[in-house]
């Protein structure tokens, strides 16, 4: 039943993706992919929460296997921002290349820490 539920999740994390993207995207006018951005930075801050929670015995391990590999797998993208970055790099803006890829990583995982703690809080 898990595994089931998880592809599901999947399914719901895609499609989360693809709206979200589609609302933010038209709203930020410039090269940097600022819509999967977000995205990988609020799925990282989710998955740490659901950590959290799980760490401290208050989420059941099963729910972090449908959310956060389904769910959170699905919606978070790291693979499309090394694909922007290159993009970046090839249109020679190299300098938001940078900011993409460190950027990406530096909050993403500032994310996940906030995340776990306030998993671990709550």
């Not at 930020?28 to 799980?54: A, C, E, Q, R, Y």
Request: charged fraction near 10%.
């Amino acid at each position: 039943m898990t595994v089931l539920l998880m592809i599901l999740a999947g399914a719901a994390g895609a499609a989360a993706r693809f709206i979200l993207d589609s609302l933010v995207r038209p709203k930020f006018l410039t090269p940097l992919p600022v819509s999967t951005m977000i995205i990988n930075v609020s799925g990282s801050f989710l998955l740490g929460l659901l950590t959290g929670g799980v760490l401290m015995d208050r989420v059941p391990a099963e729910l972090q296997t449908i959310l956060g590999t389904g769910f959170l797998g699905a919606y978070t993208t790291f693979s499309t921002a090394n694909v922007e970055t290159v993009r970046l790099i090839q249109a020679k803006q190299g300098g938001l290349a940078l900011i993409n890829a460190l950027g990406t990583l530096v909050l993403s995982v500032a994310a996940a820490l906030a995340g776990l703690m306030t998993g671990r809080i709550l």
